[in-house]
């Protein structure tokens, strides 16, 4: 049997609300030369009945008796993966009809990218965030200080870079193991998204909640730890706190505090100047990114805030679209007017 050009991987787990739609986006791809190995595990709805009635050839249902985990999972689909390039799917989203397609034509013409993610239409309980995400492979890669800067289920991977590096996901993470995994890959291989919206994105309640546990953080953590070693900078308890809080643009309760996460940031600029591991542009319009969101987080610290914008020397790197930017200003100006009722504002 020949081998297709995509193996699309995609784990099922008591998904029958939404596994139809799911599929079906998947065999309805105006690109046609894939597998498409569906990986039960141990689900005890009717997610099995449902998958039993599709006669695709190209589909394959591989069974599990009992719960793997999503690590263990994936990496037996991507044993049995036979493409050149493997798709990423979850069994609650929904591919664009041209997803594939784009993906590999990319892929064919970027021999240095090894994954690729690509926008995203939010569902659920985001619908109607706009997603705003980096795009070329220097801002990708340096955005893995911070966080992930694919979507899972959007990444189309080129399977020989796994290979020839023998890299699988870590079996340990049973969340954020796509953080886990990215990081290492971004050592061997570019990453990047391709710009336009090529899947439906499904947030709902247990996926948030499963980002917000405990044993995520600290696993996000120690893969952060491991990429700030690289630039031998100190860190301690309270610079972790402070860069945590800047990834997840949390609202500061001070101009002070937004001083010292500029600063913080403009630590790590100096420290890739003294020690290269990412392109300089690529890491500005990382720290730009990251600081554009949680500007648009602090509104209530006013205008006064804008002050400290000005400081950043990095911030122009990245700009986040004009709705957004009047939003963050709009919430400024009425922080600002209400302040003398407020007791008024800390001080920079």
């Known amino acids: 049997m020949a081998e297709p050009m995509v193996s699309v991987v995609m784990p099922v787990f008591n998904a029958e609300r939404y596994l139809r739609d799911a599929v079906d986006s998947v065999l309805s791809q105006d690109f046609q030369d894939f597998e498409f190995i569906v990986l039960d595990d141990g689900s ?11 006669e695709d050839p190209r589909l394959r249902v591989v069974h599990s008796t009992q719960n793997m985990g999503i690590p263990s999972v994936l990496n037996r689909g991507f044993s049995l993966a036979r493409g050149r390039y493997i798709a990423r799917m979850d069994a609650d989203d929904v591919c664009r ?32 965030v706009r997603d705003e995400r980096l795009m070329d492979a220097a801002s990708c890669s340096a955005y893995l200080l911070f966080g992930v800067p694919v979507v899972h289920p959007s990444v189309m991977i080129r399977r020989s870079v796994l290979r020839e590096h023998q890299l699988a996901y870590d079996v340990n993470f049973n969340t954020a193991q796509d953080f886990e995994l990215w990081s290492r890959m971004s050592r ?10 090529l899947l439906e994105y499904r947030m709902h309640e247990q996926n948030i909640t499963s980002r917000a546990t405990h044993a995520n953080a600290d696993r996000v953590q120690s893969v952060v730890l ?7 900078l100190d860190t301690n308890d309270e610079t972790l706190r402070l860069h945590a809080s800047i990834t997840r643009a949390e609202r500061l309760a001070s101009l ?3 001083e010292q996460a500029r600063v913080w940031l403009q630590r790590i600029r100096e420290a890739n100047g003294r020690t290269p591991c990412w392109d300089p542009c690529g890491l500005d319009q990382a720290l ?11 509104g209530n610290l006013g205008l006064r805030a804008l002050v400290v914008n000005r400081r950043a020397e990095f911030r122009a790197a990245w700009r986040p679209c004009l709705s957004r930017r009047c939003r963050s200003l709009a919430s400024m100006l009425v922080h ?9 504002e800390s001080s920079a």
């Not at 009809?97 to 994954?115: K, Y």
């Not at 730009?288 to 602090?298: K, T």
């Not at 600002?336 to 008024?344: C, I």
Request: hydrophobic share 45%; net charge neutral.
């Open 226 to 232: 491991q990429q700030l070693a690289m630039l031998a």
């Open 256 to 258: 002070d505090e937004l």
């Open 44 to 54: 005890s709805d009717t997610s099995c009945d449902i998958l039993k009635g599709y």
């Open 336 to 344: 600002s007017a209400t302040a003398p009722f407020r007791g008024g």
């Open 288 to 298: 730009a990114f990251v600081w554009a969101r949680l500007m648009a987080n602090c």
């Open 188 to 197: 061997v291989t570019g990453i990047a998204n391709l710009p336009d919206v």
């Open 97 to 128: 009809p041209s997803r594939f397609s784009q993906q590999v034509a990319f892929l064919e013409s970027h021999q240095q990218i090894g994954v690729l993610g690509t926008r995203v239409a939010y569902l659920g309980i985001w619908k109607g």
